[in-house]
């Protein structure tokens, strides 16, 4: 099945600073990704729907000047934590559509990164 | 907001078969139901969908009711590395919607 990698897998950083987390669609292309956060036993929250070469659409309550997030190319889409507040610690995961014809119905997900502010 | 209802937990015990049920009643007709399951921290992992008729793969069998107000996922034969969150989705194919996840069904294999 198609890949998608999320890096890193975990940072810790301190409180003030901003956070990258890239994700990258290894063998397909993605003109849609999403990025999710997860609370420890809570299920997934929707935080963004990014899209190639347009700005993203962010759901209600999520700060887009918080989380900026760019996906310039069609393999590559980066959430930026901005000036990270111990709030902000949670699991932090991207997923992805195939655009082409193979696997488009289905969802691919990274492995996720834990952020943790201190 | 999801729009299934699965129980929070189950139990199945190893080597026995997990079904797992999910209610989707208000699914549109070009709605699909979709399963993914959640290692502990790890991404969520596709496992199987479909529209009304039943569907079988390598990792499990999706059962939907005539009336596609709800669906069971079986996993025939359950192992210790099957424990994790069971998530039903109902969302249009190859749709670039939104999807939302709802709490899922935390299923437990017992040794």
């Known amino acids: 099945g198609a890949v998608v990698s999320q890096h890193p897998s975990r940072v810790i950083c301190k409180s003030g600073t901003s956070v990258k987390i890239e994700c990258r669609s290894l063998d397909f292309q993605a003109t849609t990704m999403f990025w999710y956060r997860q609370f420890p036993k809570q299920s997934l929250m929707l935080m963004a729907t990014?899209?190639?070469?347009?700005?993203?659409?962010?759901e209600q309550g999520v700060e887009k000047d918080k989380f900026l997030i760019n996906h310039a190319s069609l393999t590559l889409s980066t959430l930026t934590v901005t000036s990270a507040h111990p709030e902000d610690s949670s699991f932090y995961i991207c997923s992805a559509i195939p655009t082409g014809a193979v696997d488009n119905e289905k969802l691919f997900f990274g492995s996720g990164t834990q952020l943790s502010v201190l | 907001d999801a729009k299934t209802t699965q129980p929070p937990s189950m139990d199945c015990a190893e080597g026995r078969a997990a079904n797992l049920p999910c209610n989707h009643s208000t699914i549109s007709g070009n709605e699909y139901v979709y399963w993914y399951r959640q290692i502990h921290s790890q991404g969520p992992q596709y496992i199987i969908h479909?529209?009304?008729n039943n569907e079988t793969n390598e990792m499990a069998s999706l059962i939907i009711t005539e009336d596609r107000k709800s669906s069971t996922l079986i996993l025939p034969h359950a192992t210790l590395r099957d424990t994790a969150v069971y998530y039903c989705?109902?969302?249009?194919?190859?749709?670039?919607?939104?999807?939302?996840f709802g709490p899922g069904t935390s299923l437990s294999v017992i040794p």
């Open positions: 479909g529209l009304k």
């Open positions: 990014s899209n190639e070469g347009s700005k993203a659409t962010y």
């Open positions: 989705i109902v969302s249009a194919e190859t749709s670039y919607d939104k999807v939302i």
